[in-house]
């Protein structure tokens, strides 16, 4: 059973950083493209960063210079570092391989950015 559980969110004031972790288990990790996601109230989910399989990062335009993006496929665990953070930001974060797999869908972590 494939389990994505993602940790780090929290409230944090504009223009501060937060570390997003994501936590995979169930999959042959390091064989996937992984991504992460987030999802505004009313609106749909976007992707935010993918991660190649070798560790290369690319990024939405919204995020691209202020948030970084990485994995660790020994221990089956990818992360998101955001800096200077927008009110925009806010939103439920998630992981998922690159395309998503609806059942792999997690909880998400919440994160809000207040002025």
């Known amino acids: 059973q494939v389990q994505l559980v993602e940790s780090g969110g929290g409230l944090v004031q504009t223009g501060g950083s937060l570390r997003l972790s994501c936590a995979a288990s169930?999959?042959?990790?390091?064989?996937?493209?992984v991504g992460w996601y987030r999802q505004a109230p009313g609106k749909q989910r976007e992707w935010v960063a993918i991660?190649?399989?070798?560790?290369?990062?690319n990024f939405a335009d919204s995020v691209k210079g202020r948030f970084t993006a990485s994995r660790d496929n020994a221990k089956n665990m990818m992360y998101l570092q955001m800096n200077s953070l927008k009110l925009d930001d806010t939103s439920v974060y998630y992981c998922n391989i690159v395309p998503p797999v609806s059942g792999y869908w997690g909880k998400g972590t919440q994160v809000t950015v207040s002025s």
């Open positions: 991660i190649t399989r070798s560790g290369n990062a």
């Open positions: 169930g999959i042959t990790f390091r064989s996937y493209n």
